[in-house]
């Protein structure tokens, strides 16, 4: 299923997990449109490089599924991600074109007859001047359909979106609801709303919505007495939206909510107007298993490894995560950096601007309602030296205030001393590796003494007073090589670096956060390999197979001496 809960009660929605039909482009005997024959099945969600013979295919793959109707119905196709570009038909006919691994997208028929139908992908993981955010890269851009896949059946009249922005008053709480109705066919319809919250309930006005139309319906419920949700008590409600006809449910779409607000008071990120301190993870999705594709299963060991080193605080670098592994971070009580994907692309590559917008776009649409989720970030180690730059950094960056201006906005940079965009974020955020690519180990207090005196001059341009996260640090290990005189890539060196970088940057007071580069090892791109040995990148502080190194206890107990200290604050 695409979430850890179910989305619907009326609408009917299956999953279409499990095996598909498979073949890849080299293999195919026919030259027709679609595949005539397939050679292969591979299990949806997953990635081609765990199949025998393709662990390094770069290239189109083709994967097919049938379904059948009992009676005529339209169907809605979602995608949890496919990875990284999509073309979706159902009985020849193309429905959807989707770029970009990391984003869910829909795909919706027309009123099809019953009996038995036919949904196709392609599916193509090649680099290239179509794919402007997927590249050459320090982790590797899998091939597949890598995320769940669900069929549903809709009335002509659906609910697409459901956005809820909740906002204290007084003692208690006001819930922004929107509503993203889509009507399909050739005539109005006329429906009641219902909204339902933990038991609650209201009807809210009617709407008509004309033919082939969209329309957002806006409310607001007020006078909540609710608990609140943070990290340490994440308590979620359940938000219901029902559309009727006569009495009569038509559609409806289930979400999970929290209770808090987010504010940025001079150096501090409040939650619910007490400082949060963020302490934990980069993390790639990316498993020696399983490539990007994961189970639910294997999130929750990740995550129970991260809290288990005393970590509240996940960065999922370099692009939006799965919806599972956000609910869970909902549930067992994360915070969460997400970003639109983006790991060091160049800006003049001819679709960057249009696919940097739809994964920021559908980003927030599809992730709006997560509490965990308490900064947007974006284009990770850009250009925000050059005005030109600077352009993209401001269109982005006003795409993504235009779409929540409930959360705070952050980008990570590498660039100190020579940032021209650091007026346009919140919160500042320095990608820093002193240890390991700069002066070394005895270098990490002077190296940040002097970046938050410039931060916190005029010279800054714009940085002046808005807190500051250390968003990456850290040293490279190869797993299983200790050398007593730690030298650079043993596990000694890695866990000397964070030994002693975690005490400096958890604890200083001008340091609101701080996420290790990185949780686990991960796969890279072929060219990369002359600077990564296993062509890996090898900072995990465990590895691919989440195996601890070294470097695991000593991270455990600087977060808890860091926690301790907190706590006598
Ligand atoms: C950069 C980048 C990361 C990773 C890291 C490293 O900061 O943001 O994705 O490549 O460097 O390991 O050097």
């Known amino acids: 299923m695409l979430r850890l809960f179910d989305e619907h009660v009326v609408r009917p929605a299956e999953s279409l997990d499990g095996l598909w039909d498979f073949v890849v482009e080299p293999d195919r005997r026919d030259r027709a449109r679609l595949p005539r024959s397939y050679t292969h099945r591979i299990a949806v969600p997953s990635v081609w490089e765990t199949m025998p013979g393709l662990e390094g295919y770069r290239g189109v793959g083709w994967l097919r599924k049938r379904f059948a109707l009992d009676e005529a119905a339209r169907v809605r196709l979602v995608f949890g991600g496919v990875s990284h570009t999509a073309d979706v038909y159902v009985d020849g006919r193309h429905l959807a074109h989707h770029e970009d691994a990391y984003t869910p997208f829909e795909a919706v028929t027309g009123l099809l007859r019953p009996g038995e139908h036919t949904i196709v992908v392609q599916v193509d993981n090649r680099f290239g001047e179509h794919a402007a955010l997927h590249k050459e890269n320090d982790y590797y851009s899998y091939g597949g359909i890598s995320r769940p896949v669900e069929l549903q059946l809709i009335d002509d009249l659906y609910i697409r979106h459901l956005h ?13 609801v929107e509503l993203e109705l889509v009507n399909l066919a050739t005539s109005a319809r006329r429906r009641d709303i219902r909204l339902r919250l933990d038991g609650q309930e209201w009807d809210i006005q009617p709407v008509v919505v004309q033919p082939m139309q969209t329309l957002d319906v806006c409310t607001e419920l007020v006078g909540l007495e609710v608990e609140t949700w943070s990290a340490e008590s994440p308590r979620l ?44 993870y980069n993390r790639h999705e990316d498993h020696g298993c399983s490539g990007c594709a994961f189970s ?30 956000l609910d869970l971070c909902d549930e067992m009580g994360f915070y969460v950096w997400e970003e639109s ?39 990770n180690e850009c250009d925000s030296v050059s005005p030109a730059g600077r352009e993209e950094f401001e269109r982005v960056i006003r795409l993504i205030r235009s779409l929540d201006a409930s959360r705070p906005v952050t980008f990570a940079s590498d660039k100190p001393f020579r940032d021209i965009c650091l007026d346009l974020v919140d919160v500042v955020s320095w990608n820093t590796y002193t240890s390991w690519y700069g002066g070394g180990i005895d ?25 500051l996260i250390i968003s990456e640090f850290g040293a490279g290990a190869i797993p299983g090589y200790r050398h007593p005189s730690h030298p650079h890539w043993s596990e000694e060196y890695q866990a000397d670096v964070l030994d002693h970088e975690l005490a400096v940057y958890l604890n200083h007071p001008d340091v ?3 996420a290790i580069w990185q949780f686990s090892d991960v796969r890279i791109t072929r060219h990369w390999w002359q600077r990564r040995p296993r062509t890996m990148n090898n900072k995990g502080t465990v590895d691919e197979f989440r195996r601890p190194k070294l470097a695991y206890p000593v991270v455990k107990r600087r977060m808890q001496e860091a926690a301790r200290r907190r706590a006598r604050r």
């Open 164 to 176: 809820a922005t909740p906002r204290r008053s007084g003692q208690r709480w006001a819930l922004s």
């Open 512 to 514: 609101i956060g701080a």
């Open 237 to 280: 409600y359940t938000l219901e939206a029902a559309l009727l006809d006569q009495e009569v449910v038509t559609d409806d779409l289930i979400d999970r909510i929290g209770f808090r607000e987010l504010k940025v008071r001079r150096r501090e990120l409040l939650l619910n107007s007490q400082p949060i301190h963020l302490h934990g």
């Open 341 to 379: 994907h983006a790991r060091t692309v160049p800006f003049d590559q001819p679709n960057f601007r249009r696919q940097i917008a739809e994964s920021t776009r559908e980003m927030i649409t599809w992730h709006y309602n997560r509490p965990s989720i308490v900064l947007w970030g974006c284009l």
């Open 443 to 467: 270098q990490v207090e002077s190296a940040l003494a002097e970046y938050l005196k410039w931060l916190h001059s005029s010279k800054s341009g714009g940085g002046r007073g808005k807190p």
């Open 296 to 325: 639910v299963e294997a999130m929750v060991r990740d995550l129970q490894m991260i809290s288990d080193l005393g970590g509240n605080f996940i960065r999922t670098s370099h692009y939006p995560n799965d919806m599972r592994f």
